[in-house]
């Protein structure tokens, strides 16, 4: 069966609602519709029962407590909270708060808050596949780093870093850790307890939930609130709770849990039959990111000569990206192939494709005839050998 235009490859970037995740949505929008908080009437326990659900099949994917679950607007808002609620302990502006250099935006962005702010921020380097060594953060932490920030897995290239490694070193360090787990959350198995972390963020459209909710595993309440209001969530994030959100949430995640297992090694094998397909037809093209260390559904290739916006622009049957469809960066080179030492021009000639639950053998074929095809044009416009 031929494909159906355009074909989207790029679920890092978002991915479309399972159709069992919006059955399940549809009656707290129209019928079961009361708040939360509305403690006197049939209507307002019904949405708290949906929510106690959601927070609990939410926690089942992460091997967490439920009530250490707080729902938030997403996970830039949970990064925030976790980031800035730390900082708001301290009175005295003093301490140090280490990430990456690879991070997506919403951390970065953030520690240059905490910069302005008064704390001490720095962003670590990382090897060449994405990774930041356990020698490297063992080397920065200081006793009065108060905070380590890192993604489980990377947003652009999906390599996973070593997490339960470096949150020994964090703990022994008596230091907190916050995992940045948007990209890893309903694709790799995360073990908030394994792990050993204080925070991990993450957010419902990244494993086929809604938009406009998200989480904070937060161990303890040792966070300031950045918002203020009727006192939901512990204090910690008030505000109406977002119950269709929330019940999407939680299905979302039963889906993934049940799926995981099966879902993971198809998608990897799509995956690594559109990146054979590619470099073996395309001379200088090279995947960035750890050979095996990475996320199933992650595909970041870089080409030599073309130009990555003609490149991209000709794909026009594919929705794929460049980088990271959260970045600020209009410049369009990617901070996260910079920091791993790639050219600004190889940088700019790259693509990232994130496949997905509904992804098909078809559409991989497809779509790697497609690359070549406008690679081998591109080059040929230009003089560049094909």
């Known amino acids: 069966?031929?494909?159906?235009?355009?074909?989207?490859?790029?679920?890092?970037?978002?991915?479309?609602?399972?159709?069992?995740?919006?059955?399940?949505?549809?009656?707290?929008?129209?019928?079961?519709?009361?708040?939360?908080?509305?403690?006197?009437?049939?209507?307002?326990?019904?949405?708290?029962d949906a929510v106690k659900k959601g927070r609990a099949q939410c926690a089942e994917l992460m091997?967490?407590?439920?009530?250490?679950?707080?729902?938030?607007?997403?996970?830039?808002?949970?990064?925030?909270?976790?980031?800035?609620?730390?900082?708001?302990?301290?009175a005295d502006r003093g301490g140090r708060f280490l990430t990456t250099r690879v991070e997506h935006r919403a951390v970065l962005d953030t520690f240059e808050e905490l910069r302005r702010l008064g704390f001490q921020v720095e962003a670590l380097p990382v090897d060449s596949t994405g990774r930041l060594s356990p020698q490297t953060l063992a080397q920065a932490l200081t006793h009065d780093t108060l905070m380590?920030?890192?993604?489980?897995?990377?947003?652009?290239?999906?390599?996973?870093?070593?997490v339960s490694e470096l949150a020994a070193l964090v703990k022994t360090n008596k230091s907190l850790l916050h995992v940045d787990a948007a990209q890893a959350l309903g694709k790799v198995p995360v073990d908030v307890k394994a792990w050993g972390a204080d925070f991990v963020s993450a957010s419902a459209h990244k494993l086929y939930g809604p938009k406009g909710v998200g989480l904070l595993w937060a161990k303890e309440a040792v966070l300031d609130p950045i918002l203020h209001g009727g006192g939901q969530e512990r204090g910690l994030r008030p505000g109406t709770l977002n119950v269709p959100g929330i019940?999407?949430?939680?299905?979302?995640?039963?889906?993934?849990?049940?799926?995981?297992?099966?879902?993971?090694?198809?998608?990897?094998?799509?995956?690594?039959?559109?990146?054979?397909?590619?470099?073996?037809?395309?001379?200088?093209?090279?995947?960035?990111?750890?050979?095996?260390?990475?996320?199933?559904?992650?595909?970041?290739?870089?080409?030599?000569?073309?130009?990555?916006?003609?490149?991209?622009?000709?794909?026009?049957?594919?929705a794929v990206s460049s980088g990271s469809a959260c970045s600020s960066n209009l410049s369009g080179v990617s901070h996260v192939l910079r920091a791993l030492g790639m050219p600004e021009k190889q940088a700019r000639a790259t693509l990232r494709f994130g496949l997905g639950r509904f992804n098909t053998e078809e559409e991989i074929d497809y779509a790697a005839g497609e690359v070549v095809r406008q690679v081998e044009r591109l080059r040929r416009l230009y003089g560049a050998p094909a």
């Open 1 to 48: 069966m031929p494909p159906k235009f355009p074909i989207y490859l790029d679920h890092h970037a978002t991915t479309p609602v399972d159709p069992a995740v919006f059955e399940a949505m549809r009656p707290a929008f129209t019928e079961d519709f009361g708040n939360a908080s509305s403690r006197s009437h049939a209507f307002g326990w019904k949405a708290a």
């Open 63 to 90: 091997n967490a407590d439920p009530d250490e679950i707080l729902f938030t607007s997403g996970a830039t808002e949970s990064i925030n909270l976790a980031l800035l609620g730390v900082a708001g302990r301290r």
């Open 148 to 162: 380590v920030s890192i993604l489980a897995a990377n947003n652009e290239i999906g390599t996973l870093n070593p």
């Open 247 to 318: 019940v999407g949430f939680g299905k979302a995640c039963e889906l993934a849990g049940g799926l995981m297992a099966e879902e993971g090694p198809r998608v990897a094998k799509l995956r690594d039959r559109l990146q054979e397909k590619i470099l073996a037809a395309v001379s200088g093209a090279r995947m960035n990111g750890h050979p095996t260390d990475r996320l199933p559904n992650n595909l970041s290739l870089s080409f030599e000569g073309v130009d990555g916006s003609e490149l991209l622009m000709g794909l026009e049957g594919l």
